[in-house]
């Protein structure tokens, strides 16, 4: 099974990106589906989730009203529309399917910086 982030980038500050994220291998729709993140020198943090196979999904405080995450089941595929991006945003992001006894997989990352 497989998980391909793409659409990482530099973005200045206010700027916008959109993350995808491909699964291969798997029953996507039955996997809840998230994104992380992990600034240097700091843990990994949940950013977005999303149920299986769809409903209403959960941000960490700090990304709420800028951070959209959804879901194309038939296309395997997740997104993060992230806008009014921050320096502090800077991060590689990983997205990942959990599928409970099934199991869970990662992502390789995606780099985002926020830098003007």
């Known amino acids: 099974a497989h998980l391909v982030e793409t659409g990482g980038g530099l973005v200045q500050p206010g700027g916008s990106l959109t993350l995808s994220c491909t699964a291969s291998?798997?029953?996507?729709?039955?996997?809840?589906m998230s994104w992380y993140r992990q600034a240097p020198g700091k843990g990994r943090e949940l950013v977005a989730a999303i149920p299986a196979p769809a409903g209403i999904a959960t941000y960490t405080n700090s990304v709420k009203g800028r951070f959209t995450i959804s879901r194309d089941n038939a296309k395997k595929t997740v997104y993060l529309q992230m806008n009014s991006l921050q320096p502090e945003d800077t991060a590689v992001y990983y997205c990942?399917?959990?599928?409970?006894?099934?199991?869970?997989?990662w992502g390789q990352g995606t780099q985002v910086t926020v830098s003007s």
């Open positions: 990942k399917g959990s599928g409970g006894i099934q199991g869970d997989y």
């Open positions: 291998g798997f029953t996507f729709s039955t996997y809840v």
